[in-house]
């Protein structure tokens, strides 16, 4: 099987992927804090590019919608830690302080190296061998102590931890153009741009006159002749 994941708790999971590569999209619902112990990540949004090596450790931040591509390096798989850092257990920590100003905009945070980061994957790394249950207590104070490292090594990761706001109603037609290769629900985008699946519709005939399957269609088609017409156009001539 060319994907194995083993979840110790649902919030903790270490995965190792052997296949070419693997590619997904997606916007989370919280965020998530990935040790990549081989292999490489690839991390694409509409204007950005991220690519991570083995011995990072980086945050993609909730809500933040991305392509992310995962494959083997140097003869190794593709292995990460990820932690889901849950919005209600950062409500509670973020709860005790009034002095952060969260972030109006959070960005995929890489985090240099550091002994914390490094001592906080080793004592994860024996609970994955377990066969019993993870207790979520246990589970709660790892996670408390990885939020507590990452803020203590980043001045900057308080901004995005304590942001706990949904999305804000924006420019449809901008964010639309910039995103619609994301292959997201509608749903999603609906939430992404600040409102209901419904009043996402009614605002996207409005602007379109179209709907927004048959709008998204069409866009991923153009896009599609476009990089086939661009990459006939470099081919080599031989005469």
């Known amino acids: ?6 979840y110790i708790h649902p919030k903790i999971k270490i995965s190792c ?8 999209e997606a916007a989370f619902d919280e965020h998530l804090l ?6 490489e990540t690839k991390i694409i949004q509409a204007d950005k590019h991220f690519l991570f090596s083995a011995g990072s450790t980086f945050l993609i931040p909730r809500n933040l919608l991305a392509t992310i591509i995962n494959y083997p390096k140097d003869g190794l798989p593709h292995k990460a830690v990820a932690m889901l850092l849950s919005a209600d257990l950062l409500r509670t920590i973020y709860h005790q302080t009034d002095k952060t100003k969260p972030s109006p905009s959070a960005n995929i945070h890489a985090f240099n190296r550091h002994p914390f980061l ?3 994957l080793a004592s994860l790394n024996p609970y994955f061998e377990l066969k019993e249950s993870f207790p979520d207590s246990l589970a ?9 490292i990452i803020q203590t090594i980043d001045s900057e990761i308080d901004g995005i931890l304590a942001n706990f706001e ?5 420019d449809l037609t901008a964010f639309m153009e910039k995103n619609f290769m994301f292959n997201m629900p509608l749903e999603k985008f609906g939430y992404l741009t600040g409102r209901s699946l419904t009043t996402f519709k009614r605002d996207f005939y409005n602007i ?3 709907t927004p399957q048959r709008w998204l269609t069409q866009k991923r ?8 017409a661009k990459k006939t156009k470099n081919l080599p001539k031989y005469i």
């Open 1 to 6: 099987m060319d994907y194995q994941v083993n």
């Open 208 to 210: 379109y006159s179209l």
């Open 166 to 170: 949904d999305p804000h109603k924006i």
């Open 17 to 24: 992927y052997t296949g070419k590569l693997f590619k997904t």
């Open 118 to 120: 490094e001592s906080c």
């Open 34 to 39: 990935v040790w990549l112990l081989s292999g």
């Open 221 to 228: 088609l153009e896009l599609a002749h476009y990089q086939l």
């Open 140 to 148: 709660s104070l790892k996670i408390r102590e990885a939020i507590s």
